[in-house]
């Protein structure tokens, strides 16, 4: 119970966007951090140290402008521009005036204040470029030296100006070299984020290579049936349907006897372009083994997968393959089959398959279904499917 309002006053503060939780979780601590040094100046006021008046009005700056940073960032306003890092640099510069206002108005513990100027610029070296950083630091740097000469124009008196001098000189040995600092990490950050752009395109190859077939460029085998899955998956509860078609280049094996492997190559990577450019967008086309490949056709009915096949086999004109080879001519015989709900994925490309198989037997070059919508059915020929089918055929053609 506890853990789990713990979990929602957690999201409630600092919502669910990565970025924008780093950015929220940094403002909250800089704010706890500022209201505990500004605690301990209470010391300084019972001591006659400091202007009670002064504490409060800077102890209500810092939590006015915490707030408004919180809200800033929480509202997503900065999502326009560059997201959460929008208000990085002017919040680094309101946490410097913050802290050179406190050195204004600190007594002897002053020297403190200086120390948190070097670790907001040490948190500044991870969050911005080296530039940026360089441009904080000097601007701190001369904030400090102006409210040294500041107190000592007012005061009149060259007391404790030795000791505010010493103290600019801590802060300034300690600060610069945050700022070569800054500009190694921010190399080691170049490097690092190349590396990683590097890695995910070896990794983004590595996928294709899993997932491609290398000769066709087409889905393999593989690949093939995750896809498939999926789209049983997503119309599990679903009405829409789904065709499958294996296609079969014929006789391939006298492709390659007569003109050579290196000729059958360029057929399968010639039918898998002239494939891709005619079939709908949302058809999956993979090669499922040697001159074999496999057809996905969502959301499509038989009425519409017949249509759909032809016209492929209708575009594999002799002309389209006639500069590989003198007198070469490719044809396919294919099996087309729907997707029962509930129906296993390899029933169904074992219809597909056993419909090219008929296709092959009547002649070759012809399109068979196996099995009607709704019915067990085999269909042994393109004219014993329903007339529609048979007409969009014969127009086609």
């Known amino acids: 119970m506890v853990k789990t309002l713990g979990k929602r006053l957690d999201i409630k503060i600092f919502g669910t966007e990565r970025r924008q ?12 951090v ?12 019972r001591s006659a140290l400091m202007s009670a008046h ?30 959460p890092n929008a208000f990085k640099i002017p919040q680094q ?25 070097v670790l907001n610029s040490a948190f500044a070296m991870f969050a911005l470029r080296p530039r940026a950083v360089i441009e904080l630091t000097l601007f701190a740097l001369f904030a400090l030296a102006a409210v040294i000469a500041g107190r000592y124009w007012l005061s009149g008196s060259a007391s404790g100006l030795r000791d505010s001098l010493f103290e600019l000189f801590y802060a300034t040995v300690s600060m610069l070299p945050i700022c070569v600092m800054a500009r190694q990490i921010s190399r080691m950050k170049m490097a690092l984020r190349s590396e990683r752009k590097a890695l995910e395109r070896a990794m983004a190859q590595i996928r294709l290579l899993a997932d491609s077939d290398e000769l066709t460029g087409l889905l393999n085998r593989r690949a093939m049936l995750q896809v498939m899955q999926s789209e049983t998956n997503k119309r599990a509860s679903a009405a829409g349907q789904i065709c499958v078609a294996l296609l079969d280049i014929d006789h391939f094996k006298s492709i390659n006897d007569r003109f050579g492997h290196q000729t059958g190559d360029e057929v399968l990577r010639l039918f898998a372009e002239i494939a891709s ?17 496999l057809l996905l056709l969502p959301d499509t009915s038989m ?3 017949v249509p759909c096949v032809e016209r492929l086999r209708a575009a594999l004109v002799p002309a389209a393959f006639g500069h590989i080879a003198p007198g070469l001519n490719v044809t396919i015989s294919a099996g087309i089959t729907n997707l029962h709900h509930g129906d296993r994925l390899e029933a169904a490309i074992e219809r597909a398959d056993q419909a090219m198989y008929r296709a092959k ?22 004219n014993s499917v329903p007339v529609d089918l048979a007409a969009r055929r014969a127009a086609i053609i």
């Open 277 to 293: 450019s005619t079939l709908r967008m949302g058809d999956v086309l993979a090669r499922w083994g040697g001159e074999e490949f």
């Open 21 to 32: 939780r780093v950015f929220l979780q940094r403002t909250v601590m800089g704010a706890v």
């Open 54 to 83: 002064a504490l409060w009005i800077l102890t209500w700056v810092a939590v006015a402008g915490s707030a408004v940073f919180y809200a800033l960032i929480r509202s997503g306003l900065g999502d326009q521009v560059d997201g």
């Open 93 to 117: 510069i309101f946490a410097i005036l913050l802290l050179v206002w406190t050195f204004a108005i600190s007594g002897a513990d002053r020297g403190a204040v200086i120390s948190l100027m």
């Open 361 to 382: 037997q009547a002649g070759r070059d012809r399109v068979m279904i196996g099995a009607l919508h709704g019915q067990g059915v085999y269909a042994e020929n393109m």
């Open 303 to 305: 009425a519409q997968a």
């Open 34 to 45: 500022s209201l505990l040094v500004l605690g301990m100046h209470v010391f300084e006021v």
